[in-house]
C-alpha cells in the first residue's frame, strides 16, 4: 500500500484512493475560518425576511441557529474531515447594503490538529438553505450565491485571506 499523496491533494492517496489525512503529528494550535454566502430575492420577500413577522417566524433566528447547528455536524456530511471539538460558532444574517436580499457570515473556531474551513463553509450553506427553505412559499426564484471562505487562520498552512 503507497503512503504517497499526490501533489496538492491531500485526500488522495498514490493508488487514487480516498483517505482521511492524518493529522495526528500536527500541532495543536487555534484555527479560525470565516464563510460568507448570500440569498438574493424579490423586494417583497426581502421586506417579509427583515421584518420578521413571517408565518414560519424570525427567519433570520432560525438560519443563524441552523447554521451553528450545521458546523457541529460537518463531518457527518462531508466524508473525509475530522469530528471536531469547536469551540465557538458565530453565524450572523443580516441585509445585503444593496438591500437585494441576505448576506450570511459563518466564523467558526476550534484548538485542535485541523483546520474550520469546512465547518465555517458548511455552517454558511446551511443558513442560506435555511432561508430559502422558510421563504420559498412565497419566492421559489431566490438565488444563492457567492458562498466562499473569506479567511483562516492557525495551522501548519499559516493563515490565508481572500484578496
Known amino acids: 500500500m ?8 491531500t485526500h488522495i492517496d ?10 495526528s503529528d500536527k500541532a495543536v494550535t487555534t484555527r479560525e475560518a470565516v464563510a460568507e454566502g448570500r440569498l438574493r430575492m424579490n423586494p417583497e420577500t426581502f ?22 447547528m ?3 455536524r460537518t463531518s457527518d456530511l462531508i466524508p473525509m474531515c475530522h469530528p471536531l471539538m469547536l ?9 445585503l447594503e444593496d438591500m437585494t436580499g441576505l448576506g450570511v457570515i459563518a466564523r467558526v473556531r476550534t484548538t485542535g490538529q485541523t483546520g474550520v474551513e469546512m465547518e465555517a463553509l458548511t455552517a454558511a ?19 444563492i450565491d457567492g458562498v466562499r471562505l ?3 487562520f492557525g495551522g501548519k498552512s499559516g493563515d490565508w485571506s481572500r484578496a
Open 70 to 72: 450545521a458546523a457541529k
Open 14 to 23: 498514490a493508488d487514487g484512493r480516498a483517505r482521511m489525512v492524518d493529522v
Open 125 to 143: 450553506s446551511v443558513a442560506l438553505l435555511t432561508l430559502y427553505d422558510m421563504l420559498k412559499a412565497v419566492d421559489r426564484g431566490m438565488t
Open 2 to 9: 503507497a503512503d504517497q499523496t499526490p501533489p496538492g491533494l
Open 87 to 95: 469551540s465557538s460558532v458565530k453565524v450572523s444574517v443580516e441585509p
Open 150 to 152: 473569506l479567511t483562516k
Open 47 to 68: 421586506a417579509l425576511a427583515t421584518s420578521g413577522g413571517g408565518k414560519k417566524g424570525d427567519v433570520r433566528a432560525v438560519a443563524e441557529i441552523a447554521g451553528v
